[in-house]
């Protein structure tokens, strides 16, 4: 049983769906171009269907699904913990971030809270997630738009966060690091100062790309007023995190609705909003909100307190019945997880509200009328991760 | 300093604060509560009797249960009051999964003479709710930072809903994701092809008797004996049971 | 070495003969050389990475490795291509670039064919690759392909009026259309007086080079006018069904050409083969020719390499509104003005 009951639209359908060949078949209302699983523009396995009037794009539509590993189902026999590994894969360059809202839901439910230590490593984290996610996606939109040394550059100072992560979690890419009532382990030795000397060197970094990408003659050319998104369409189509805050709308989830859990009220710092709403603006945001996070990380590191990483927890982990949703200001966006539990171990139902899902359905209604390179630089802006959109 | 808001009983080993002023704490408490119990009130002023149910935990969110002929109605008047941002769609399916927990090793079950379970009564959630399936839905105030779920219960013969896409744009692609994953199919949807899963798929694999094909094929191992770090007490976490 | 080499005088099959094997050697090699220098090697340290390091001595015979991989690889075809056309239209963007380099001088008497119209020959023939373009783009029987090469026909037409209206000053101030010539010209001619450094055209072209040198980055299909070959959205468009030998062939084209065209631009504006102290009559040059030319390449080389890694792409009507409402003009009031200043003065 489908929902499409009209045979020939279904085998239309089926015939647009399994058409993985390019071929050439001129129809009389211009071309179809299959921007396919495979392509160097999109970061992993979307699908961009593009119907084409010579370059100007008369209707594009992202098939998603390449990628989509039935994560709302197989965590429903998974215990907390091992969802908590599972769910680092789920934004994979910004994994740490994927935890905390996850953990922050069940924490609330069993009226648990992590010592004080623990939150701000937890914040501390967080913030170089961020910092990690959007470093590559300053390197990656100069890459797709034909400057290819903005990338080198934004991987080779990304180790520098990377390493971090790495020596106070063990994982560069999935750190696994957070648990319900704190975290796994305490920081190494001298870890505190080494953040500093990483922080310093993102912070040389953001400048080089601003003279390097953003201050660029052509880069504005190529961004400024294409793909502009206006602000009341935006909040209908739920998007979230820099896309938003590019549109003029002043709303961060760290300031305005942190979940209690983590620190930001501990450190002074800024939200950034542009007015234009196109493609330079949500670059812009994304620029700033970098520059941001390693300033608030190098603020939480001076003030760290002393204590326990870890609340006192059962050994195994049952989360009371009731239901709870927590959403935190991920790198991509507004990254939530609702957890419905029925007092077991493992949850009964857990709906993942991941930022790029929203973020690239709008890609139907700001690509109408846009150059095909155009729909490049869109998608590049509004910056989405595989993992996040098929979940 | 800080006033730690949280949703029950809370477990402090130490913190900076040295002096916790619960007096105020419960003020803060209160003071959201008043503002949910206002949207509450407004929301059931507009909807009338179509609000079947609510559930408000303080200081954290609100749960409002609606009738499903006024599903679009509810969405309406939210956005009318100020939910403009479009949070999500989705579904639960309150049916507890005939397959247990997948986590009992089949050896484990064979040796010990596990008697079949007898199949559980199906119990909703907060705002309560008399059907298997309830489709439930959130909108945010960006003003007032307050967020706002909906739920609406949708009966096993006639697994329809009116759309949220003619209000909110961003709802096109939930539903589409809904209706792949539970059947529930939304009247006026423009266009409900599947979202993840491939045309010509059988089933919808959310929905609890669906089984995960994973566990069929290959069972779960049963415990992994793990040894626990040297030196280290046992206030570590282990593997579950 | 002069009356040695006055008596050598071959006939005329002997001498097409051996300048056909000397363009043969060159070509390649050439392009090797810009190849390895700058795809792999500065390419890298602007990179900020280390680039191959495997085959041969720090990486250096890559792309000799590359070359015999590409030979020995399958011919292939895609389904629907137009076969013959396809076949062909590496070999037409190849075949301008070897007639591209029978009117360049690496010394009075070390040219191929010393041509009275040297700079008219230079801008008809480049203008060849185009057809070649098109060519490969249709037969590959792809869309991707399709649209590189549409776009790769409007851009090259489009940069090729700007080429020639910049050269045309340089011609009004040399005098004369052959290359040598304006050579001959450079090396004997005096700034205010002064014959210190002769006078290298650059000095009062500047804005001709300028337009000359993206006019240049523009044919060569190279960022930021890369769209015809936009690697990440087109994926090497017109280039993309060609693989192993023939791909070799437009991997060779490119950077043989590249190196032509700095070669043409270091003969206009920097000197070409002469060096300002030492009269361009003189018998050095058979072996100093050489070598300044090849310096001044890599100089000019260098410039369009570096601007090639750094910069985005232009979209296709801003690079058309670029060439159009900007080049252009600025190359009609160059002309303008050396005219004028070439009367004055």
Known sequence: MTAVSDPSQLSDLIAEATDTRVNLDFESEGMTLNMGPQHPATHGTLRIVAKLDGEQVISAEPICGYMHRGYEKIVEVRTYPQVNALINRIDWLGSFANEVPFILAAEKLMGVEAPPRAQWIRTILFEMSRVANISLFLGDFGLQLGGMTAGFYAFRDREHVLNMIESATGGRFHPNFDRIGGLKDDLPKGWIADSHVAMDKLLAFCDEMEDLLVGNEIFQSRTRGIGVIPADIALNYGLSGANLRASGIDWDLRRDGCPPGLVYDQADWKVWTHPDGDCFARTWVRLQETREAAKIVKQLLDTIPAGPVMAKVPRIIKVPEGEAYVATENPLGEMGYYIASKGDLVPFRVKIRSASFNNISILPWVARGAYVPDLISILGSLYFILGDIDR | ?241 | MTPLLASFDPPYWLSTVIKVLVVGAVVPTTALILGVVFLFKIMSWMQSRLGPQEAGPRGLLQLLADGVKFIQKEDIAPNGADLWVFKAAPLVVLSSTLLLYVALPASAHLVVEDLDVGVFYVLAISSLSVIGVLMAGWASANKYSLMGALRAAGQLIAYELPMVLAVIGVVIQAGTMSLNGIVFAQNGGAVFGWTGIGNPYILTQFIGFFIFIAAVQAELTQPPFDMPVAESEIVSGYQVEYTGFRFLIFFLAEFATAFVFAGIAAVMFLGGWAVPWLEASSDWYYVLGPAVLFAKVMLVSFIIFWVRFTYPRLREDQLQSFAWKFLIPLALVNIVATAVLKVVF
Do not use: C
């Open chain 2, 1 to 241: 300093m800080r006033t730690w808001l949280s949703a029950g009983r809370v477990n402090q080993l130490s913190s900076t604060d040295t002096a916790t002023d619960s007096a105020a704490e419960n003020e803060a408490v209160v003071e959201t509560d008043a503002a949910r119990e206002a949207v509450l009130a407004e929301l059931t002023e507009r909807l009338g009797a179509a609000v079947l149910g609510s559930y408000i935990r303080p200081g954290d969110d609100l749960w409002v249960r609606v009738e499903r002929s006024a599903w679009r109605d509810a969405a309406e008047a939210a956005k009318s009051m100020g939910f403009t941002f479009f949070d999500y769609v989705s579904a639960i399916d309150w049916l507890p999964s005939p397959f247990g927990r997948d986590m009992d090793a089949q050896e484990d079950l064979v040796v010990s003479g596990a008697e079949p379970k007898a199949p559980a009564p199906i119990v909703q959630g907060y705002a309560g709710g008399d059907t298997r399936f309830q489709v439930i839905a959130r909108l945010y105030n960006i003003a007032t930072a307050k967020g706002i779920h909906f739920k609406a219960d949708v009966p096993d013969d006639d697994l329809s809903l009116p759309t949220w896409s003619g209000v909110f744009a961003g709802a096109n692609w939930h539903e589409r994701e809904t209706r792949e994953m539970f059947g529930i199919t939304f009247d006026g949807h423009p266009n409900l092809i599947n979202m993840y899963l491939p045309t010509d798929f059988q089933g919808f694999p959310l929905r609890k008797d669906f089984p995960l094909l994973a566990r069929r094929v290959r069972p779960w191992p049963g415990i992994v004996d793990v040894e626990p770090m040297p030196g280290v007490a046992d206030s570590e976490e282990g593997e579950a049971e």
